[in-house]
């Protein structure tokens, strides 16, 4: 459904000491069915990068991105408002994606109107209502509220009810339960999860947290440097991983059991 | 330079799932160090709102050995900064310390003066902050820097001795000599957090604070971090007390683990204790919504918001969210319940409670 | 869209009562606003007029300021005068600052080309000194008026502006709700207007005061320097009249005086409001952080 196919994004001036190539001829492909996809790497990865292609705020230097099979560039209008409205973003940081200057209600408002997906403000309410209820808030305490007034949590679950509202059918998320709280992370990973699995929508979790990959997805491409180094099954990844970038990263987690060795308390110092 | 990992590999350790016995562990054992480096009594940190004080910190007491590493485990707004900031009096106003002792080797470090305490920081208690590598300073080499705290306490003078002991430092912190010439930018996070830890053990402390000294670096960059934290902590004889919300990262590193929620310590135990038998229905739920690699889609939230210091819950705090609150949580604040040695709780149930499994979910 | 207006009263009322230095400050630009407004409905501007009163007479019972070589009542003077100086100061401020902000935040949302131009037209006529393009103005044009002036001062001010507002866009664009705006399929201007420009208020606000007195002092200068309109009244007009009749010289000291208190004032007001503005806006940063 959604392919990125040998793409490249390189920043710098071309042929100069200080090119950077964020992503190095990648592939990557969200089958149709709904999914979960977990992209797992550390920063200068490209994981960023790749959201960003996705989602269509950069262009690549070479390679495509095709939605249903369409590139990107040649879509039409109409396909594109289409491919706006479908694919939607949750972001990492819940303080920033809220224009501070409005109230909460105008981010869930806008998108409705501007894609011309409900007659009238009742109607936009009444969607959006359904929509915070199905991510576990309350109408009552969320709506006409500023950003400030509201938790990093509930912040971040009403981008999530602002997808869910839109109809979309893929949900990029960048790092959406790093910036929260540690009780408020599982609570809002289950939202995520059960976007899949009730309301039949696809997933791109990126993040820099194995573990939290390993809960959901049904899938994890790992990144190192530009480039995607392994990709597979949870199971497989974690416990069988090919790559020596992936065998470090699983053993840098620390396991939240004080009788398993983590090798922390070793003489010799890492150089 | 700027790429540790390339210059390094990766730092490969022992695949996770491989189970040592117990008692082999980091223990407690007394002999290993003296009597207690560092008495915290009934620390009170008030902040004043519109709406009244606000306590960041209602009477925290925890004690502190020499050689023991505490964790101090907790969200945002449970006071856990505030706490080890006020040990080095590094409140700032309109925010005061409104009450409490805290004795590091005999002398109270809440009653020194700004003077003494001046020559007290980095000296017997060191800091390594937040952010730590935001607070080097761009325009300094990094010895210059070394050098501006070794001349405020007025150390080692003669250039020779001085460029020894530089050099000396970041040997201990396992960084090579020219990073001592070299300006922040050029160095990696983790080199900055590690340059860090050698300016935080250079006048060799008795106290080391670390403050979240790895929320903003890479995990395997992390393990690198903590195991240079413990490595410069034994070659200086400190005790360290590390505050994060990571527990798993608690679970490698720390001898004793403190939970904190809104401002108070809700329980405190050595390490093994904490997830074998955690008796705080907040530690437990912490516990059981942490993820790992053992389970997949199972999700334990702990449903709420977190309490807000200004206008906190009556009694005791987490009952709005607790399962097993009853009446009395909302009138009575819980009183220190010593249910072991070293592990202290703060509920009115804390000994009812049934025992947990491996994955802190109760049984029976 | 956005239904601000009660919340945003109700929110400035109660910031305000928090700012002593900045209620003070607006306090006497409404103070001095009033008898600008007021003052020709209480006072006869007839006696400004030339010839009007006694000449040479001391501040008294009849005239309170006194009067001016010509027979002018000082106090009718500065009533006329004050509300014209005002009146260039602000407009100019208002020309030249919202053409700034209008060019800043162009150049700094779209960068590429419009970045280009604007940038390289602000910074080079930033260069060409004030002072030189008003005396060739004023030399060539046949009779300067306060609303000539005005234009001219904002034709000038603007640059600043530029170059401040568009480093503000610079960063405000790269903010995660600008990108969430542009997948709601917000574009262009209107995303400039309605994401960017909103959050820049605090910044324009405080600019304004900054843009206002400049072009204040601007004028004044220029009118003393006998640049100004000759036909109407201002307080840098009544300076240059007084120094051209050497009022100085002749120890009429109730000529100069009044202008210069006046002016004084206003910008004593200026600086209070500024200032007070500056702390409001640093003191909730710091509690809302």
Redesign the interface.
């Known amino acids: 459904m959604l392919e990125v196919r040998a793409a490249t994004v390189a920043f710098g001036a071309p042929r100069s000491k200080s090119l950077k190539l964020a992503l190095n001829a990648v592939s990557l492909v969200l089958p149709a069915e709904p999914s979960i996809t977990a992209i797992v790497g550390e920063s200068g990865s490209g994981k960023t990068t790749m959201t960003r292609l996705m989602l269509g705020l950069l262009q690549p230097t070479q390679g495509t991105v095709f939605y249903d099979g369409l590139d990107l560039r040649q879509l039409d209008r109409q396909a594109f408002a289409r491919y706006r409205r479908e694919v939607q973003a949750v972001f990492q940081d819940p303080y920033s994606v809220y224009n501070p200057f409005y109230k909460v209600d105008r981010s869930l408002l806008l998108p409705l109107q501007r894609f011309g997906l409900v007659k009238n403000r009742e109607e936009a309410y009444e969607r959006i209502q359904k929509c915070l209820q199905a991510v576990g808030l309350l109408p009552g305490d969320t709506l006409g509220r500023y950003p400030h007034q509201l938790s990093g949590g509930q912040r971040q679950r009403i981008m999530i009810a602002r997808a869910l509202s839109l109809e979309a059918r893929v949900i990029v998320a960048d790092e959406p339960v790093s910036m929260v709280d540690a009780s408020l992370r599982a609570t809002i990973l289950e939202s995520l999860y059960r976007l899949k699995t009730e309301q039949q929508v696809s997933l791109l979790y990126v993040t820099h947290d194995l573990t939290t990959a390993y809960q959901i997805a049904d899938r994890i491409v790992v990144m190192y440097n530009g480039q995607i180094v392994e990709e597979g099954e949870p199971e497989s990844v974690i416990h069988a991983p090919q790559h020596a970038y992936t065998r470090a990263l699983v053993a840098a987690v620390p396991p939240p059991d004080p009788s398993i060795d983590w090798g922390l308390d070793t003489q010799a110092l890492p150089a | 330079m700027n790429d540790e990992r390339g210059g390094e590999g990766f730092a490969a350790g022992p695949p996770q799932g491989e189970m040592r016995p117990l008692g082999g562990q980091r223990s407690t054992r007394s002999d290993e160090r003296g009597g207690h480096i560092l008495d915290v009594r009934d620390l009170h940190v008030e902040f004043p709102t519109a709406l009244g004080p606000a306590l960041a910190v209602d009477g925290v007491s925890f004690t502190l050995d020499k050689g023991m590493r505490l964790g101090l485990v907790g969200e945002s707004g449970s006071g856990k900064s505030t706490t080890v900031l006020a040990l080095m009096q590094l409140i700032k106003a309109p925010g005061r310390i409104s009450g409490g002792q805290a004795i590091l080797a005999g002398d109270d470090l809440l009653a020194m003066s700004a003077q003494q305490m001046r020559s007290v920081r980095f000296s017997r208690i060191a800091l390594v902050p937040q952010g730590a590598m935001n607070s080097l300073n761009p325009v300094l080499t990094v010895r210059a820097q070394i050098d501006d705290l070794l001349d405020a306490h007025g150390q080692k003078p003669e250039p020779k001795e001085r460029a020894r002991h530089v050099a000396g430092l970041l040997q201990r912190v396992g960084l090579p000599e020219n990073v001592a010439d070299q300006y922040p930018h050029q160095l990696s996070g983790g080199m900055k957090q590690r340059v860090c830890i050698a300016i935080a053990i250079a006048l060799s402390p008795q106290v080391i604070i670390a403050d979240e000294p790895t929320s903003a670096l890479d995990v395997i960059v992390q393990k690198q971090v903590m195991q240079t934290l413990i490595h410069a902590q034994r070659e200086v004889g400190a005790a360290i007390i590390l505050v994060g919300h990571d527990m798993g990262l608690m679970a490698q590193f720390a001898h004793v683990v403190g939970v904190m929620y809104a401002g108070r310590l809700v329980e405190i135990a050595p390490v093994q204790e904490i997830f074998a038998n955690p008796r705080h229905p907040y530690t437990r739920m912490l516990i059981s919504s942490l993820p790992s690699f053992a389970t997949r889609k199972v999700f334990r939230g702990i449903p709420g918001v977190a309490p807000s210091i200004v206008n906190p819950p009556s009694g005791c705090a987490f009952h709005p969210r607790c399962p097993r609150a009853e009446q009395r949580c909302s009138r009575e604040i819980p009183v220190d319940d010593v249910l072991a040695p070293g592990h202290h709780v703060r509920c009115h149930f804390a000994r009812e409670l049934p025992p947990v499994n491996a994955a802190g979910e109760a049984l029976a | ?2 239904k ?1 207006s009660p919340g945003l009263l109700l929110r400035t009322g109660r910031l305000l009562g928090g700012e002593p230095l900045l209620t003070a400050g607006l306090t006497l630009l409404v103070l001095i606003t009033l008898f600008a407004l007021v003052g020709p409905l209480v006072i006869n501007v007839e006696m400004a007029q030339i010839g009007a009163a006694v000449p040479r007479q001391r501040p008294g019972a009849e005239y309170l300021l006194g009067t001016d070589v010509q027979g002018r009542d000082i106090l009718a003077a500065l009533v006329l005068a004050t509300p014209q100086t005002l009146k260039i100061g602000f407009f100019a401020g208002v020309m030249g600052l919202g053409l700034g902000t209008i060019l800043g935040l162009l150049a700094g949302y779209f960068r590429g080309w419009t970045d280009t131009v604007i940038r390289t037209l602000a910074d080079v006529v930033m260069t060409i000194p004030g002072i030189a393009v008003l005396v060739l103005v004023a030399t060539n044009v046949r009779s300067m008026t306060v609303a000539l002036m005005a234009v001219i001062v904002a034709g000038l001010a603007w640059m600043y502006p530029t170059r401040t507002i568009r480093a503000q866009t610079l960063s405000m664009r790269e ?3 600008v ?8 574009g262009g201007v209107e995303l400039v207007f309605t ?1 960017i420009f ?2 820049l ?1 605090p910044y324009i606000a405080a600019s304004f005061v900054t843009a206002v007195s400049s072009a204040m002092l601007a004028t004044i200068g220029l009118e003393a320097l006998g640049l100004g309109p000759q036909n109407e009244l201002t307080l840098g007009m009544m300076i240059f009249w007084a120094q051209y009749y050497g009022a100085i010289l002749r120890n009429l000291w109730w000529w100069w005086v009044p202008p210069v208190a006046m002016m004084a004032l206003i910008f004593i007001g200026l600086l209070m409001t500024s200032t007070g503005m500056d702390r409001l806006v640093n003191r909730r940063l710091r509690v ?1 952080a």
């Not at chain 3, 990108?179 to 917000?186: E, H, K, P, Q």
Request: glycine share 6%; aromatic share 6%; charged share 25%.
């Open positions: 869209m956005n601000q903010r995660p709700y990108d969430i705006a542009r997948l709601n399929g917000v994401e909103p959050n208020l809302e």
